[in-house]
């Protein structure tokens, strides 16, 4: 049973990042019908701004060294003696690097945001009105766009960001097995699902919801009651890029920073067409599913089968529920 | 028999053609031709980046030397984006392009270079090196035109399993990628653990990227393991198991393959995550960059890179992964040379026959001392060691042959 809870719980981490990336692919999809292909690559730009701001900035002569590392003379003082991975020496190491994870995380979500608009704005306003399958191309197209622009911006160099939480493992014993988690990927969890909670709670009780949940069930009758498509078009791009960015820093914190970061949204496609592609809630079931169904699987019966019992999960529940486990029934798909 | 003027001249001129048309068509080239694919976007694009410069720079240093029997090469490479189906169209593009100025061709992985094998025939075929120490392309009798220029992942399994008895192991586990480079010496692996005696207590695949460490690190934990294998991977994952296991507070020790042994990326990861790569070891069939006062044509290289690539990172190191291409390439070009030189057409089948038979050759500090070619490999290598605080790899073995 110990065990069984060791990999549950790795799951439900694994579900969580799922969930916080497929956040962004329902709300474009919710607010403008399209499904956004691009939404791996989005996440690896906010990977790429976060090891800018974090990384490399800090790095430069003219940074003042304290956004390098914050070492006061009392942090200085508790780090003697205390080993690499002691679980005060990892908070200690963490803190240090408060200032710059900080920026980078205020640089990415911000960058994120624009970038997420000037896609908006230059790629998908323009077609309005045309085949929703036309905006769906454009979405493959911008794959090429940013994934060449990465590499001409930053190399294709593989690179290391700060963790965004400070690592401390952490040991207790359950049902007479010991149980190990890290703490980064706790709060990265809890990170993840707060902002999926946000959403969610945003979507069902502000104005701005109504108005992406309006726009969802009918653009023509959204417009006549005056709310502005356009920009819920907008808002939604811009919601993706951000929630995005958080995805693409914590990513990076578990896998470093390379190009194969953007593959991440195409595995993640499947988990949303699982749950439905307009159904937050439903998406949240399916990433959650699919993290602990490849922890258990990977537990029992090794990597190969993990690589593909999850998803022939997913095969099954389209088969039998073609809108997914909580999509609308009359979602019109490609 | 007696010849009219115009019998005459039409006779001589049929002679003439007849006579002088073979050597027209075999003139010798102006330029020869070696093709390459790289893997300049896709997920080994940081590989292929530091790689693509040893191109240029032995572009330069092999027609400095005089090309191929005084006749300039020219590189023609492309990206791959490490697809094999890419690779294949490469080559049969600069195939079609070049026709037989095209003399060799570096591909850029494993699946490429079999995918490239049924090719290989009568005129279309040319020598060709690549990125990868498959071990099932190391035999002449089935990719007579293919070649590693180091040992097989098989031998490099050999050599880690050596050195593991050697330090007294008894039980290991092997985590590997869920891919043909990963998979490629896991039954030998097992057939060599059984015969020194070995217990092998998990085998373990993971994603290529993004894999789910904590379950692996998990599985690592309860396997009781003493040593663990990571091959596989090249800028990702393994760096993230041996932190996640240092922070589990296992006291396993941590051996890699080639395409894991590279210092920059250890010099990153240290830089940013700490020091928890200490101890790490690993097989690498080639000296290390930095350990050139016995390598002179490693000190050549620095000269070169020096000129060439000044004010980048490429000016004072040159990654492992360049290392292997140079090897390659050196080969490649010592075979063309030894077939120009014997006045013999620059054919696949004559190329590879010299290639073949290159024994006890001094590389110029590659390898420990001469080498030769067995069964299109090289089968050489040895352990060395990272230490984060010289931010070196230093040896922990003597050169190690199979």
Redesign the interface.
Known sequence: MG?FT??AI??L??GAIYALIAVGIVSVYKATKVVNFAHGYLIMFGAYFYFTFA?IIPGQEWAPEWLASWKPSWMLEMRKGLG??SPLG?VL?WMANIPRILLGLVGAVSCNAILGRVVERTLMRPLMGQSVFAMIMVTVGLISIL??SA?LIW????????HIAP?T?IRFELFGTMI???GA?IVNMLIALLIFGGIVTMVKFTKAGIAIRATAEDQSTAYSMGISVPKVFSNAWVLASTTGAVAGAI?AT???I????G??GFSVLAIVLMGGLDSYVGCFIAAMSVGVL??MT??KM???WA?IVPYVAVLVVIIFRPHGLMGQKEVERI | MTFNRREFLATGAAATAAIGTPMILKAQAKEYVLGASLPLTGPFATAGQLVAPAFSLAQKLFNDEGGIAGIPIRFVTEDSGYVPQNTLANYQRVLATEGNSLVAYFSDSTGAMKLIAPELKGDNARLMGSTSFASELADPATHPYQYLSGPTYQDQFDILMQNIKLAGGSKIAIIYSNTEFGRDPLEHGRAKAAELGLEIVLEETTKPQGADIPTHVTKLAQSGAEHCILHGYVTGVWPQLIGGARQFGLPVQFHGTFWGMEKLIADRITAEAGPFLAGYQGVMPYRYFYDRDDAPRYQQYAALSKAMFAGTPLENYMSTWALQAMCGLELAMKALRATAEAGNELTADNVAENLSGISDWDSGGFFGGPVSMTNNKIGTGRVYEYSPETKLFTPSSDWLST
């Open positions: 065990q060791q990999f790795n799951g981490m694994s990384v690499m991975f990892a190491d994934s060449g590499s190399t294709a160099d593989a690179a290391f960001v700060p690592n493992p190990f988690l890290f990927d990513l578990r896998n470093g390379s190009p194969s970061l593959l991440f490849e922890a990977q537990w090794g990597g190969e690589a």
